[in-house]
């Protein structure tokens, strides 16, 4: 009788652990959205622990999800900051031309072509789930420094030099490409630097031009997963509605907040997640 008693405390243990981490993980799926709304980036620094630490998605598969969830909530972003004439189509159009190709190629070709299995180095283990971790950390450890420089230019629109630029624009182009393909992020923190210092976009265009290309990055990237048939729809499907939700939220407070301090608290929030990861990582593969 007493091990039949502890038998159903363990399981009532373990059922309450895992729905206590998918409420957190839904929680965490607002913020999602509201991060993408407020600073225009930021939200698939997020979508890749939570997929993998909150619902126990591997890594390589949460790549994929994070691509479908950033994508559709992004292009929702993009649609509100459109109508408010924040969105520079062509200029989007122009940017993401080398990008989609490189993410759409990345998916399809050289994430499949990696073993899942690639090294054993003194007794450790370079599996490609936590290589993919590993380089997600050291992203979000970029990102957060970026985040945390704080600073707001401001450029008057003018047109592009395309001599000057455009062997540029195809160098950030193609890499966030692979970022986008390779780690499921969307690559924002890269991007709006880029857009405000390439093509001399002001910073709230050049965060609603981000929305759109990150969006058209992220959806046209994941339908080189859409013969993957371990996706779980339904978390999937939940995840995105409440990041949709979080990014309609995140477009209203973003009328009335400050973005630039939510910016940089944002960035340091990344930093210490960024170290926590490489820790948890680097400690469960000895």
Known sequence: MTRITDTVVQLSDFYWQNDRMEIIGYIASLLIGISLGLIGGGGSILTMPVMVYLFGVSPVAATSYSLFIVGSTSLVGAAQQYKRGLVNVRMALLFAGTSIVTVFLTRLWLLPAIPAHIATIGGFNITENWLTMVLFALLMLISSIFMMQNKNRQH??????????????????????????????????????????LLHLPMKEAIGTSLLVIALNSLIGFTGDLHNKGINWPLLLIVTTLAIIGILLGSYLNRRIAANKLKKAFGWFVLIMSIYILITEFVHNQ
Request: proline share 5%; charged share 5%; glycine share 22%.
């Open 156 to 197: 008057t629109p003018a047109s592009v030099n395309k001599k000057t630029n455009l062997g540029k624009m195809i160098l950030f182009g193609t890499g966030i490409g692979l970022v986008t393909g390779l780690l499921g992020a969307g690559g924002g923190f890269l991007l709006i630097p880029a857009l405000v210092l």
